[in-house]
């Protein structure tokens, strides 16, 4: 079973920056498209950005469209996202994700990391 392991979350000041990581176990990372999701409280768990398998295609949820960045080196078997200008909107438990194909929605999502928590202050 492959496992998902998340770092870089912490607690940054609104505007600032934070860099997220994600590595899979397994060798068959570069097969995979990889997702990031986020939770907050009280709230379902939404999609944030996801790339493709060969990081020639990559999606953004509107709400984080031009201040995130999403990456892979498949060589290093690690996909990273990149949150600029960040806002307390989005403080949350950011969950790195591993699908067949690109989806918005959870639940097509095949395995999950255990989130990484990122906090904004105001």
């Known amino acids: 079973q492959v496992q998902l392991v998340e770092s870089g979350g912490g607690l940054a000041q609104a505007g600032g920056s934070l860099r997220l990581s994600c590595a899979p176990s397994?060798?068959?990372?570069?097969?995979?498209?990889m997702g990031w999701f986020r939770q907050a409280p009280g709230k379902e768990r939404e999609f944030a950005a996801a790339?493709?398998?060969?990081?020639?295609?990559?999606f953004y949820a509107d709400s984080v469209k031009g201040r995130f960045t999403i990456s892979r080196d498949n060589a290093k078997n690690t996909v990273y996202l990149q949150m600029n200008s960040l806002k307390p909107e989005d403080s949350a438990v950011y969950y790195c994700?591993?699908?067949?194909?690109?989806?918005?929605?959870?639940?097509?999502?095949?395995?999950w990391g255990q989130g990484t928590q990122v906090t904004v202050s105001s």
């Open positions: 994700a591993r699908s067949n194909l690109v989806s918005m929605e959870p639940r097509m999502w095949s395995s």
């Open positions: 397994g060798r068959t990372f570069s097969s995979y498209a």
């Open positions: 790339i493709t398998w060969n990081g020639a295609n990559t």
